[in-house]
């Protein structure tokens, strides 16, 4: 981060940038909070997927008029939900990185 210092040259002011360095361990601390949303994303898109598989199994009997049977709707159903939970739990973990790297950041206002 620069940030301009105030010389005099010529009777006027320049501005000379001084680099200032972060703290030890700063750089990292940003992918850190990344890697929550990261694990959040992939959860969001995995619920999304086991919700729509599940729902379109579901629907596949009652639509094709018995053209299909529950048994081979089972097929799909079963996977759907196993997605859907797992990608629920997924989500939950990346929500609780997020809200606990959130809090600690909050008790140390003074490393910003």
């Not at 959860?43 to 299909?68: E, F, H, N, Q, W």
């Not at 939900?81 to 600690?104: N, P, T």
Request: aromatic residues 6%.
């Amino acid at each position: 981060m620069y940030t301009g210092v105030p010389l005099l040259c010529d009777n006027h002011y320049i501005h000379q940038p001084v680099m200032r360095y972060p703290q030890p361990g700063a750089r990292f601390s940003k992918g850190k909070h990344m890697i929550g949303k990261i694990i959040m994303v992939i959860g969001i898109l995995g619920v999304l997927l086991g919700g729509a598989v599940l729902l379109i199994s579901l629907l596949l009997p009652l639509v094709t008029d018995g053209r299909t049977s529950w048994d081979e709707a089972l097929l799909g159903i079963i996977p759907g939900a196993v997605v859907l939970v797992v990608s629920f739990l997924i989500f939950a973990g990346g929500l609780i990185i997020v809200l606990v790297q959130r809090k600690k950041k909050q008790l140390r206002p003074s490393e910003r």
